[in-house]
């Protein structure tokens, strides 16, 4: 670059292929950054992970269940929401299993 200059060095095609790359590579952290912010923010807010460990180390599936459905089904604020929700609740799992 310092020999033959800054527009012979934009111009190449390898580098040019390096840049994106090394911007993905970056742009991929930034997002894994931010999600991870994201799930600390609305755990701290329901405090889900804490409350739903309780009720399933003491079995009681039900109380995880209202945990569940109270999360899930929260309009108030959506700025802490679970983003990625799951498809069954835990009892109609155990249905299926059984």
């Known amino acids: 670059m310092y020999s033959s200059g800054i527009r012979v060095y934009l111009l190449d095609n390898y580098n040019l ?5 090394l911007s993905l590579y970056l742009a991929s952290y930034m997002l894994r950054f931010l999600v991870d912010r ?3 923010q609305a755990d701290r ?8 460990r309780e009720a399933l180390v ?8 209202r945990i569940y459905q109270q999360i899930i089904h ?3 604020d ?3 929401s679970y983003f990625m929700k799951p498809r069954m609740s835990l009892s ?3 249905q ?3």
Do not use: C, M, P, Q
Request: hydrophobic letters at 30%; charged letters at 25%.
């Open 17 to 21: 292929l390096d840049f994106i790359v």
């Open 38 to 40: 994201w799930i600390k």
């Open 45 to 52: 807010h329901y405090n889900g992970t804490e409350r739903a």
């Open 58 to 65: 003491s079995y009681n599936y039900s109380e995880y269940d």
């Open 74 to 76: 929260d309009v108030s």
């Open 78 to 80: 959506g700025s802490h």
């Open 92 to 94: 109609s799992l155990e």
């Open 96 to 98: 299926v299993v059984k």
